[in-house]
């Protein structure tokens, strides 16, 4: 459910969309997460007109990067970059990769970044390296969302 876009809303409402029971208590981390305000007054109903609780949520693209190079001494190779989206949450966001599998050589070129490619320095010649990375996207009240990608380097010689 939405709240209605304009006109009253009542606690019953807001308790409704938020999926609990008991007092709505205002101002609440889940009442601020409703509303999208971190900080500062909330004033009823204006906050609360057409919000949704959905929660945060975040999608990479794209989520297979790859990096090719050709040299018969070691070479840097960088892949093309992929771009993590957040959906829904409070803004502003922040954004950290880390590498959860996978050939420890390659990098990411922008850890905190919502954009970023990988990199491998010093790529022996014939070498792949393969490396799975998470990007955790947090949001101004604290929400956590992330989505992987795959990033393959190669040095073809």
Known sequence: MTLPA?????????????G?????????????????KPT?????PNDFWGKSAAALSASA??????GDGGGLAPI??????????????????????????GDSRVFAVS???ATTAFRYTNAPVWTVAIATFRCTVTDALG???AADVIATCSNIG
């Open 61 to 66: 693209s794209p989520v297979d990067v790859n």
């Open 76 to 101: 840097t190779v960088t892949t093309n970059s992929t771009t993590v989206t957040p959906s829904n949450g409070t803004a502003p966001y922040t954004y950290s990769w880390s590498r959860i599998s």
């Open 6 to 18: 304009s006109g009253a809303i009542s606690t019953a409402q807001i308790r409704t969309e938020l």
């Open 40 to 44: 500062g007054s909330i004033v009823l």
């Open 111 to 113: 850890p905190t970044a």
């Open 20 to 36: 609990g029971s008991g007092p709505v208590v205002i101002p609440s981390t889940e009442v601020r997460e409703l509303v999208k």
């Open 143 to 145: 929400a956590t969302a």
